[in-house]
C-alpha cells in the first residue's frame, strides 16, 4: 500500500486522479467543472492522468461520493498508476480515512492542494509564516502520530517503572503521544500568531505612513495577468508566469500618471475559488493593501470561460477582509486574446465602472490612467485655509497634501487658496490644530 503520511502534502511528480462532486447551486464552470483543479494540481507539479465528475444532492458522509462511483475510482487509479487522488471539494479528516483505506492511495481536497501550492511559491519570511500558519490550523485535526521521537520521553504511556527513560523525576502517568503533538502544535500556532501579527502592524504603518500618496491597489484571480500589468504601469519587475500563484508578495511602486500626477500601484496575491478561510486569514497582513487602497482595479481574465464565476470569487474574497465598499474599476485584461466577445458585453452590462486593456499589447492602459486621474480628482474640494507663518513643516506638508492654487501673507499668517481631496482635508485640519479653514470645504 502506498504511504499514507499524513504530514506528507506535497504532489509533486505525482500521478493524479481528479475528482470533482457538484452540488446543485456550486458556482463552478459547468462546461468543465475540473479545468481549474487541473490547472491547481499542474501547478503543483502533479501529473494529471483522469478525471471522475459526480452530481450529487447530498455529499456521502462516509465517502462523499457514492459506493459506486467510489470503486469507479479505484479502477481509474488503477488504469492510470496513480499515486494520490485530488478531490475539488473540502473533505473530512474521516472521509480522507475512509477513501484512502478504499483506495490504498493517498488523497488530497481542495485545501491541501492549495496549501501545497502557497508553500511551494513561497519566498519571503511573511508569507512562509503566513503558509505555514494556515497549513498547522487546517491539517493539525488531521495529523497523527507526529514527532515520533517525543516517545522517548518518560512517562509516555504510563512507562513509570524502573529503567524508564528520562530517570528521577520525570516519572510520571505521562501523556499520549497525540496530546503531546497537539500542544506542540497549539505552542507552534501561538508563536506563529504573533510573528505575523508584529509583520501586520508593521504592514498597517507602512500603508497608513503613506496617507500623503493616493494608492492604487490590483486584484483578482489568479493568473489574470496583475503582474504583468503592474510591470507594463511601472518598473516594479514583477516576476510574470503562466501558471496560478506565480507571486504571493505584495509588492508596491510608484506610477507615473499624466500631467506630473504620481499614485502608488501595489499588486496583491491573486485569490481562487473556494480560497481556504484560514489561508485568508493568514495573509490579511499582505492584503493590507487593499483596504486601505484609495482605489481598487480588479483585473479579470476576460478570455477565460469562467470569468463570471472568477469575479463573484474575488468580490466574496474582498467583501471578507472588507473591502466591499472599496472604489474599484475591473479591468477586463487579455483583450487581445478573448474568442468570445459576447461574454465581455454581459459582463460590461453588469459591472459599469470597466475598460478593456491588454496589459501584455498596452491596449487601452491609456484609457486607465485617464481613469485613474479622474478618480483621482473625483473627490476633490475648492478650500481655502490659514496657517500661522510659523508652522513651516505644516505648511510644506500641505504644497505635499494639496494643489496650492494661490497664496497670501497677513500679518504673522499665511492664506491659501487649495484643491485638495476632502479625506486629506480632513485629516490635515485633524493632525493640526493650527490649520483653520477660512472658506470652502462643505
Known sequence: MTDLTRTDLSVRRERAVLVSVLMPGMDVDLANPLGELNALAETAGALVVDGLVQRRNSYCSATCIGKGKLQELRERCEAGEATVVVFDNDLTPAQIRNIEEQLERKVLDRSELILDIFATHARTLESRLQVELAQLQYTAPRLR????????????????????????????????????????????????????????????????????????????????????????????????????FVTLDTRTARWNLAEGQTALLSDTVGFVRDLPHR?????????????????????????????????????????????????????????????????????ENRIPRSLRISARTGAGLGELVHGVLAEMTKGTVDVTVRVPLAEGKVLATIDQLADVRARRYDGQYTELDLTIDRRRLAQLSGRHASVEVVSGGA
Open 145 to 244: 502520530g507526529m514527532w515520533t521521537h517525543l516517545e522517548r520521553i518518560a512517562g509516555v504511556g504510563g512507562a513509570t517503572g524502573v529503567g524508564a527513560v528520562g530517570g528521577i523525576g520525570t516519572r510520571g502517568p505521562g501523556e499520549r503521544q497525540i496530546e503531546i503533538d497537539r500542544r506542540i502544535v497549539g505552542d507552534r500556532i501561538a508563536h506563529l500568531k504573533r510573528e505575523i501579527a508584529k509583520i501586520g502592524r508593521r504592514k498597517e504603518r507602512e500603508v497608513r505612513g503613506r496617507e500623503n500618496e493616493f494608492t492604487v491597489s490590483l486584484v483578482g484571480y489568479t493568473n489574470s495577468g496583475k503582474s504583468t500589468l503592474m510591470n507594463a504601469l511601472t518598473d516594479a519587475g514583477r516576476t510574470v508566469g503562466d501558471a496560478l
Open 279 to 347: 489561508l485568508v486569514a493568514s495573509f490579511r497582513a499582505t492584503l493590507e493593501e487593499a483596504v486601505h487602497a484609495d482605489l481598487l482595479l480588479h483585473v479579470v481574465d476576460a478570455s477565460a470561460s469562467s470569468a463570471p464565476e472568477q469575479i463573484a470569487a474575488v468580490e466574496g474574497v474582498l467583501a471578507e477582509v472588507g473591502c466591499r465598499d472599496q472604489p474599484t474599476i475591473t479591468l477586463f485584461n487579455k483583450m487581445d486574446v478573448v474568442e468570445d466577445i459576447s461574454v465581455v458585453h454581459v459582463l
